[in-house]
């Protein structure tokens, strides 16, 4: 009964948090699309090209967070043993693919016609690219492994090995010569980016985080009922007779 | 509109870039959400024969 | 009880142990010895430092140095310098360039140096900078070796 004490708990936690979730992302993400399309001005160099910025910086930081989140869980999951924390990760990963492949193309598509190229093998865009194959590794650990336990115990460990790569996207740009530009907003010396392109750009970083938190725990709950469907078909396997 | 629509002349690229993130997200809430109400009806569907087998 | 307690806890140990090594080593290794391999493109000074043989393809990147720009008569031939504040660098191009490439902003090329020390461009990719303003601003003087990334270079260039 203790395996479902816990789950049963975070379905009440998720049902309560999720109307307010639904209602941020509504909110932030209508008004960080009306700043970014009619209340930020072009960039003095990007022109116009720059609101694709709204959607490419937030992609890029949720992949990431996202990441952090799939490796805390696989962390949890290997250490404490805790029946959640396997779950979470594996309610993650698909979104934070998501995100990564997001960033990937709408970077591709800014850079085409500010760089003058979609793609470029520098430290910034190669350990993206990473970071995308980790994610796709982390799902096809989960799917090539029968064994639940087994299959759980080799996707965390990929994933916490992966958390190498977070650092290295993060710190590319300064450690080695890249065609991608440096930070602009998490920044020691402080922001280089002007107050009204700011404003747009945190909102949609919100309506994104937003987005997360639903899209989250609608999947955690999707995994619950997967791991209680699948330990149902085992208890009416090895012990037909009703046993609970 | 036009010259909003036009983007300054990056409109191929500004709007792609946007029509493929609100796809990938629509795309991936509504097959979660999906996926979600099919697991709900067999849970519920697997108690409900749980509880006329005994 | 108390047997499981340090189980989990000989996992904590081991787990935090393997995962900070790991990250410490891969870190260790990209930032000290990587740094130039792992790099995109070579800048002015570097290329200088290094001799580079002539034909030799390689990337240089830098500032398109200001006053340095000038279209050939037959219309499609760029030349400019590419500097680091360190060094500079002559750079010829035929084609089209991005809409970004401006003078006092960075570029990253593609080519070789010929037998006069130039350097022949294939292609010519813009870099912008980490700063994004309102049309009309300016958030320092254009063309100055102002950029972060040049006085880091300039610094450890100094230093090594």
């Known amino acids: ?63 990431m967070f996202t990441y952090m989140v799939m490796a805390v869980a696989s962390f949890t999951a290997l250490v404490w043993r805790h029946p959640l924390a396997l779950l979470a990760g594996r309610a993650a990963a698909p979104i934070g693919a998501v995100f990564t ?37 982390y799902m096809a650990l989960w799917q090539a492994i029968d064994e639940e336990e087994k299959a759980g115990r080799a996707a965390s460990i990929l994933a916490l090995v992966g958390v190498v790569n977070i650092p290295i996207i993060k710190f590319s740009v300064d450690w080695w010569s890249t065609l991608h530009q440096p930070a ?54 090895h012990a037909p007779v009703g046993a609970e | 509109m036009a010259e909003f629509l036009s983007m300054g002349g990056y409109a191929s690229f500004v709007w792609t870039a946007y029509g493929t993130s609100a796809a990938a997200l629509v795309w991936l809430a509504v097959s979660s959400r999906k996926q979600l109400k099919e697991t709900n009806e067999a849970v519920e569907a697997a108690r409900a024969r749980r509880r006329g087998d005994s | 009880m108390a047997g499981l307690k340090t189980r989990k806890q000989q996992r904590l140990v081991v787990v935090s142990i393997a995962l900070t090594s790991l990250i410490g080593a891969t870190l260790l290794i990209l930032f000290a010895l990587g740094g130039e391999s792992l790099s995109l493109f070579l800048q002015p000074s570097d290329v200088q430092k290094r001799n580079v043989a002539v034909g030799q393809n390689f990337r240089l990147g ?23 504040c360190l060094a500079n660098q002559p750079v010829e191009f035929t084609g089209i360039l991005p809409d970004l490439f401006r003078e006092g902003q960075g570029v990253v090329t593609e080519g070789a140096l010929n037998e006069s020390g130039v350097f022949m461009a294939s292609t010519v990719l813009a870099k912008h900078d980490e700063n994004y303003r309102p049309p009309g601003t300016m958030p320092k003087e254009e063309g100055q070796c102002s950029h972060p990334d040049d006085q880091a270079a300039a610094a450890s260039y100094a230093e090594g």
Request: glycine share 8%; hydrophobic share 55%.
């Open chain 1, 1 to 63: 009964m203790h395996r479902f004490a816990n789950p049963a708990q975070f379905n009440r936690l998720a049902d309560a948090i999720l109307p307010w979730a639904t209602g941020a992302f509504v909110l932030l993400l209508g008004a960080g699309l009306y700043y970014a399309f009619f209340d930020s001005p072009p960039d003095y160099q990007q022109g116009e090209s720059v609101r694709v910025m709204y959607i490419h910086v937030p992609a890029a930081w949720m992949a």
């Open chain 1, 101 to 137: 492949a997001l960033a990937l193309i709408t970077g591709m598509l800014w850079g085409k016609p500010m760089w003058g190229t979609y793609w470029v093998w520098d430290g910034r865009l190669t350990s993206v690219l990473v970071l995308l194959f980790l994610y796709l590794g």
């Open chain 1, 184 to 237: 602009s907003v998490m920044r020691l010396d402080g922001p280089t980016i002007d107050g009204s392109m700011l404003m747009p750009l945190l909102l949609m970083a919100g309506a994104y985080q937003a987005y997360f938190a639903v899209v989250f725990l609608w999947r955690m709950k999707l995994e619950i009922n997967r791991r209680k469907l699948a330990v149902a078909r085992q208890v009416s396997m």
């Open chain 3, 62 to 84: 830098g500032l398109v140095e200001t006053g340095s720009f000038s279209r050939l008569d037959d219309g499609l031939t760029f030349r400019f310098t590419v500097t680091d």
